[in-house]
């Protein structure tokens, strides 16, 4: 490599999201299309900051009822019962149960709130021009888009545990309120991993590095 | 084509590109199969060249069809309890939270376990086949550049670890009897992950036919060679 890293933008090129290809905009024009693949083209995602923090602001507020309210209520002769997602892993833990108790914990408790935090230090860091740690900063955004996924995981398991107890008198299990507005964290912060352009914690170090040049 | 589209004018050298997660100005190096070129700023790789991309990728592409056929049509998981029975498709999940008030989850379930699944192999499968011909079509390129938000939603192993805990807390009361989806669907996600490892997006994009060309054509001249637009 030069010892001068240039950005796309520096030199007013973009490279498509679709297809890879680096183009050009036509003068006085700022968007264009890929010729290759039709997208639309832009330097950065459009509205990136606003868009992130929008989903980033929705999930946390369904992140509280979604852990307040009861996602699986059990109904069996001796009375109905309401369980939230930590009550749930409590009841999983056991001698023999605990790494699947250990799974949900992570995968419900753990990650969405790792998810929002990571994502609002990202935006703090970019939006106020952070020059430093840019690798651990991308690496930490791959590592949210890699595992954001996993959160699923106890809406399937509300959702099977409901579909196969249904043996009414005797027990039967139905989903909970908690379950709609913990589907709806899951959600909210994948649009919000999605929404957020990683090249924008580099944009500060490039033009340091140009005004340093 | 509606209005009058303003197309990009693509750099000069094709292996010029910059990198997605910085946007570093590079030159893609020309790969042996197998290796694979990173970002040397960010890390991030940038293109995996493939051996024999496109016949592997429709091979594991129809396996994977073949598969998820089966998963979505027989019992997933069934129990027993004190004589009475009751079993569960992929799609019974997902019909049950419907009826019961929870329809927004329930489309949730259905798109990330279902729809998007299909969509992945589906898709897939039409880019493979249109992008072997000789001169691949425009809508190779449509599908293509859509294929990566089938592959986001697309969650069979995240569903597969929520069956395995469920299939664990419902142990405690009942028997539980796993179902042949189930196999099924634990073996479609290594066949998936295969399919998405032996496609090499670059190899289709470097061949495909460009929408620039396509629309200057088509309004150039109506009449004649078309055949293949769709």
């Given at each position: 490599m030069s010892a001068t890293a240039m950005t796309a933008m520096q030199l007013g090129l973009q490279s498509c999201e679709g297809c890879g290809l680096l183009s050009r905009p036509a003068s006085g024009e700022n968007e264009g299309r890929?010729?290759?693949?039709d997208e639309e083209l832009t330097f950065r995602k459009p509205a990136s900051f606003q868009r992130t923090w929008a989903y980033l602001i929705g999930a946390a507020i369904c992140y509280i009822p979604a852990n307040l309210l009861p996602v699986l209520t059990t109904t069996t002769a001796a009375g109905a019962e309401s369980d939230t997602i930590l009550q749930g892993v409590v009841l999983l833990w056991?001698?023999?149960?605990w790494p699947l108790s250990l799974i949900v914990l992570i995968a419900s408790i753990m990650i969405p709130s790792a998810k929002i935090l990571a994502l609002v230090y990202l935006l703090i860091t970019a939006q106020r021009g952070s020059v430093e740690n840019n690798e651990q900063r991308v690496r930490l955004y791959r590592t949210i888009e890699f595992i954001g996924r996993w959160s699923m995981v106890d809406v399937f398991v509300d959702t099977f545990t409901a579909a196969l107890i249904q043996l009414q008198p005797l027990m039967s299990v139905e989903p909970g309120p908690g379950l709609l507005f913990f589907a709806a964290v899951v959600v909210l912060t994948m649009l919000a991993v999605e929404s957020f352009d990683p090249r924008l914690i580099w944009d500060s170090a490039s033009t340091k590095e140009v005004s340093h040049a | 084509m509606d209005e009058i589209a303003v197309y990009n004018q693509p750099v000069a050298d094709p292996a010029l590109i910059a990198c997605l997660h910085c946007d570093l100005l590079q030159r893609l190096p020309d790969l042996a199969p197998g290796a694979s070129a990173r970002c040397p700023r960010c890390n991030k790789e940038l293109w995996r060249r493939r051996e024999d991309s496109l016949n592997r990728t429709l091979a594991l592409t129809l396996g994977a069809a073949m598969l998820y056929l089966v998963a979505n049509s027989v019992p997933m998981l069934g129990l027993t309890i004190v004589g009475r029975d009751a079993s569960t498709t992929v799609i019974g999940g997902a019909q049950h939270l419907w009826e019961n008030g929870d329809q927004i989850v329930a489309i949730l379930v259905l798109f990330t376990a279902v729809i998007a699944p299909a969509l992945q192999i589906g898709l897939m499968l039409a880019i493979v086949l249109g992008a072997r011909r000789e001169h691949p079509p425009r809508w190779v390129g449509m599908l293509l550049r859509h294929h990566p938000t089938s592959r986001i939603w697309s969650m069979i192993e995240v569903m597969m670890v929520g069956v395995l805990v469920a299939l664990v807390k419902i142990a405690d009361y009942a028997t539980v009897i796993p179902g042949l989806a189930l196999f099924c669907l634990g073996a479609l996600i290594f066949i998936l992950a295969g399919m998405q490892a032996a496609f090499d997006p670059r190899e289709v994009w470097e061949r495909i036919r460009w929408a620039e060309e396509g629309a200057r054509r088509s309004a150039a001249d109506d009449r004649g060679v078309a055949g293949e637009t769709s």
């Open positions: 890929c010729p290759r693949c056991s001698p023999t149960g | -």
